[in-house]
């Protein structure tokens, strides 16, 4: 019995993400009267931008350290890559161009965290506020013909050939799932790997472990630390990427607003530690499902939009609660027991 119990705890302890993720998924299938195949993939699609920010996200708090710039710089990457699009008319450097211009952006705050040694909150609250104002004001100083006609809004041209090619991957699916769902799938699979598998994702939670006994054991943590922020830019970047896809243009005010508590929250229900060093990468993905489902709840009981955050705001207190108290509880409960024994 008591190995039974040993084994439950440690599955509890190791995946109640997936646990988590049941519980909420059931709830909305009785919420919408019953779910389709088509309904269900869907939940790949709504996650997958916010999901792959809260990937390099999840890298970031597993090292101890946080980025509050990533919604930002999601609307900043997305704007200047739908920029690019227009100007160059070609998908390939889009792409390429998302990807360097968001890990340059993670650059930036990795080494002011990193090398410069300065608070990781304090860094990323400033380049959040500058990354979304450039963003905005590029947006309204630029010609019109690169920005797509509009002074308020980055929209790519439909009159380029490389649109219906973006927009169509973007809102596809391949064997009946969508297609942004299969690369949050892929990255999901390459950052667990990173995670648990190579040197550099030990190195991760050495740093986010024990920082003084990392650099004992010879890991140059200001590197890993500029590093790991720069590979969270490059997630961003992807995801900006695939949120010009699916909608077709970017608007610099709204898009990724709010994306930074949106990740931090996917992380904390897929399981990582907010101090560091603890938590499967795994969770992350139903970490982010679990928040587009509870979105799909509320729009199937007909809740005031107005109060989403409020409930999501709520389940991720919840969840940062059980993380923090539910190890002390657990010691205490162990320490009745060996003082009954």
Request: glycine share 12%; aromatic share 10%; with cysteine.
């Amino acid at each position: 019995m008591k190995n039974v119990q040993k084994t439950l705890s440690r599955l509890w302890s190791g995946y109640s993400f997936i646990v988590i993720f049941a519980v909420i998924f059931i709830f909305y299938w009785f919420a919408s009267s019953g779910l389709t195949w088509g309904g269900t993939t869907n939940i790949l699609r709504h996650s997958a931008v916010i999901g792959l920010i809260a990937l390099g996200e999840g890298l970031v708090i597993i090292t101890g350290e946080i980025d509050l710039s990533v919604g930002s710089m999601m609307a900043f990457v997305a704007g200047f890559s739908v920029v690019v699009f227009n100007a160059t008319q070609s998908t390939v450097l889009t792409l390429l161009f998302a990807l360097i211009c968001g890990g340059l952006c993670g650059l930036l705050n990795g080494v002011l965290v990193g090398v410069a040694k300065m608070p990781s909150f304090i860094v990323t609250l400033a380049t959040m506020l500058i990354y979304r104002s450039l963003a905005q004001y590029f947006c309204q100083q630029m010609d019109t013909a690169l920005t797509g006609g509009g002074n308020s809004l980055f929209k790519m041209s439909r009159e380029i050939g490389g649109y219906d090619l973006l927009y169509g991957f973007g809102n596809g699916k391949l064997l009946t799932v969508p297609n942004v769902g299969w690369v949050l799938l892929v990255f999901t699979v390459g950052c667990v790997y990173l995670a648990t598998s190579t040197k550099f994702g030990k190195k991760l939670y050495a740093i986010g472990s024990n920082e003084k006994a990392a650099r004992l054991a010879g890991i140059h943590v200001p590197l890993n630390r500029t590093v790991v922020f720069a590979l969270c830019g490059v997630m961003v970047g992807l995801g900006s990427f695939l949120w010009i896809c699916m909608n077709g243009s970017a608007d610099p005010a709204t898009s990724g607003s709010s994306y930074e508590m949106y990740a931090i929250a996917a992380v904390v229900l897929g399981g990582i530690s907010m101090s560091g060093g603890k938590g499967r990468t795994v969770g992350i993905l139903f970490g982010a499902m679990s928040y587009t489902i509870i979105d799909k709840i509320i729009v199937a009981l007909k809740m005031d939009s107005l109060i989403n955050d409020t409930i999501k705001g709520v389940i991720l207190i919840v969840a940062i609660l059980v993380q923090t108290a539910g190890p002390e509880i657990k010691a205490k409960v162990q320490g009745l027991r060996k003082a009954k024994a």
